[in-house]
């Protein structure tokens, strides 16, 4: 295939550099606003929670602290991921050097982790709440509740790290593809997808489809008793 003279590449050599993506300016500075106002709205609201939580004591209770854990992880995406991701994106020619390659991919990963594990817990929560109310306060503690949002940060921080060490290029990369390389690891790819995706989302629909049973059948018998 012949290359267009008119193509023009992030660098000189034109073998190994990828392509400048040509938009116009207009249609360039309508994106980065609909992503800035994405991510504001995203870090206001989220913000506006953990506020709210923080700063009321009624509200101090173990499902809220879950509810804050989850407004942590979604502010983190509005104040970082979707900013970086949609300059890395708009931007397909790498400047920003071989260290802001994993700065970029780990908030992403630890983002999408720990907001899985986040939802795992709620469901948990929900399912006691639901399925064993007379239990619930001596089961759900706000102790135990803290104890469970470490855990799981810290073992997403962990996981995240050996991910990253694991996908990165030790090389600068010259475009925002090469930042991360998927090649010769698909047995990787796969256990990642279990751990990550698969694993957590299982036991979310898994414990809502137990709650949905439970609660139709309350409802049943609500009515039962009502006639």
């Given at each position: 295939m012949e290359e267009n003279e008119d193509d023009q590449y992030c660098y000189q050599?034109?073998?190994?550099?990828?392509?400048?993506?040509?938009?116009?300016?207009?249609?360039?500075?309508?994106?980065?606003?609909?992503?800035?106002l994405i991510s504001a709205v995203t870090v206001f609201l989220?913000?506006?929670?953990?506020i709210s939580i923080s700063y009321f004591k009624h509200l101090h209770t173990a499902t809220n602290l879950l509810i804050v854990s989850l407004a942590v992880s979604d502010l983190l995406v509005g104040l970082i991921v979707i900013p970086s991701m949609t300059v890395a994106i708009m931007e397909p020619c790498w400047v920003l050097g071989e260290y802001f390659c994993p700065l970029l991919l780990y908030p992403t990963f630890l983002c999408a982790s720990s907001s899985l594990g986040n939802l795992v817990l709620i469901s948990i929560d929900r399912y006691v709440a639901v399925c064993d109310p007379l239990m619930y306060n001596l089961t759900i503690t706000t102790t135990r509740i803290m104890c469970c949002i470490f855990i799981t940060w810290f073992c997403c921080v962990v996981y995240d790290t050996v991910l990253i060490n694991i996908y990165v290029n030790i090389q600068v990369p010259r475009c925002f593809d090469e930042c991360y390389s998927l090649e010769g690891h698909f047995w990787v790819n796969v256990m990642d997808i279990v751990i990550s995706m698969v694993f957590p989302c299982?036991?979310?629909i898994t414990l809502y489809f137990r709650i949905f049973v439970v609660a139709r059948s309350q409802a049943r018998q609500w009515t039962g008793s009502g006639v």
């Open positions: 050599d034109r073998n190994s550099s990828c392509k400048r993506t040509s938009i116009s300016a207009y249609f360039s500075i309508t994106l980065y606003v609909f992503f800035s989220n913000l506006l929670v953990i299982s036991i979310i």
